[in-house]
C-alpha cells in the first residue's frame, strides 16, 4: 500500500496548463498514472497522440476537444474515454479554464503533432515518443 500526501504530488508546468501527479509509477508505486490537469481560461493545449486510452473526468469547468474527426464539449462531471492513437486537442473554456482528473495506464507515450517539437517536461525519449513527468 502506498500513500501520497497532498504534499508530495508532483507538479508539472507547461506553456498550457499545469499537471499534478497524484499517482504514478515513480510516484506510490502504481501500474496506472492519475494526474489533474488545470488550465487557465482560454488555454489551448498543442495536438498530440497518446499511445495508451486515457479517462477524463471534468472536474470543474468546461472543455472543447477535438478527438479525431469529432469535436466533443465537456462540463463539470463529465467523463470521457480518449482511445489510444487517437489525435486530439484540449481547449479549456475562455471564461472558466478548466479542472480534470486524467487516469491512463503506466509508461504511456506521447507522440508530438510535429516531429521536431520538444518534448518538454519528459522523463524519457523513445524515437519520436516521449514519456511526460506526470505520468512516468
Known amino acids: 500500500m502506498s500513500v501520497i500526501h497532498a ?17 504514478s509509477p515513480t510516484q506510490g508505486g ?8 488545470d488550465m487557465t481560461p482560454g488555454a489551448v493545449g498543442p495536438t498530440h497522440v497518446f499511445d495508451t486510452d486515457q479517462v477524463w473526468t471534468l472536474l470543474d469547468g468546461c472543455v472543447h476537444i477535438h ?3 469529432d469535436d466533443v464539449t465537456l462540463a463539470s462531471g463529465d467523463t470521457m474515454v480518449i482511445p489510444a492513437d487517437t489525435r486530439r486537442q484540449i481547449f479549456a473554456d475562455p471564461h472558466c479554464g478548466m479542472s480534470a482528473i486524467v487516469c491512463a495506464a503506466a509508461g504511456s507515450m506521447v507522440v ?6 520538444n ?17 512516468a
Not at 30 to 37: E, G, M, N, P
Not at 119 to 135: E, M, Q
Open 119 to 135: 518534448a518538454p517536461a519528459c522523463a524519457s525519449v523513445v524515437g519520436n515518443k516521449f514519456l511526460p513527468d506526470w505520468i
Open 30 to 37: 502504481s501500474q496506472h498514472a492519475v494526474w489533474r490537469v
Open 7 to 23: 504534499a508530495d504530488a508532483r507538479r508539472t508546468e507547461t506553456p498550457n496548463a499545469v499537471m499534478t501527479t497524484l499517482a
Open 112 to 117: 508530438p503533432d510535429t516531429p521536431d517539437a
Open 67 to 69: 478527438v479525431g474527426d
